[in-house]
């Protein structure tokens, strides 16, 4: 018999086999906006001034979001005409 991947995740919701999430592996708002800034700005003292903290605040954000998830979230390419 064929069940669906819709029906078989409500079915595992409903009695409780469903994974939950674990919030302390979540990213924190500023730690996305922050890494949302580095990405467009590519430089950490653009997004320091830009957020009003230092580059060395910025560093350690993205240094400790690395170990939080778990592997790298940039490169450390310079970006062409900086």
Known sequence: MHTS???Q???DLQSGKARTV???RLPSPDDLLILLTVA???RFNAVAE???TT???ISRRILALDQQ???RTLDAHPMAGN
């Open 50 to 52: 830009t957020l009003g």
């Open 40 to 42: 467009r700005l590519g």
């Open 55 to 57: 580059h060395t605040t």
């Open 22 to 24: 674990d919030s302390k």
């Open 5 to 7: 991947r819709k029906a």
């Open 69 to 71: 998830l778990g592997g």
């Open 9 to 11: 995740a409500t079915d």
